[in-house]
């Protein structure tokens, strides 16, 4: 599975003020690698494998993409 959608972002979440009314939404493009349930979930922003989960109540991904990142392990 693989697919491209508007996802919440924590990096963009975090750099809006809440004293301004402001409390962070921001979306960007991420491509869902793999939506095993809606808290297991992989998705890809600008190259780098991120954890994330689904809100079905929102209809929305929110992408872990600060410290949710996905090392990948090579074996030597």
Do not use: W
Request: glycine share 6%.
């Amino acid at each position: 599975m693989s697919k491209t959608v508007q996802a919440n972002l924590r990096s963009l979440q975090e750099q809006t003020d809440p004293r301004s009314g402001d409390f962070g939404h921001r979306t960007a493009e991420a491509n869902i690698i793999s939506h095993e349930d809606n808290n297991n979930v992989v998705a890809e922003v600008q190259g780098v494998r991120c954890r994330a989960i689904f809100n079905p109540f929102v209809g929305q991904y929110f992408v872990d993409d600060v410290d949710g990142r996905i090392e990948e392990v090579t074996s030597q």
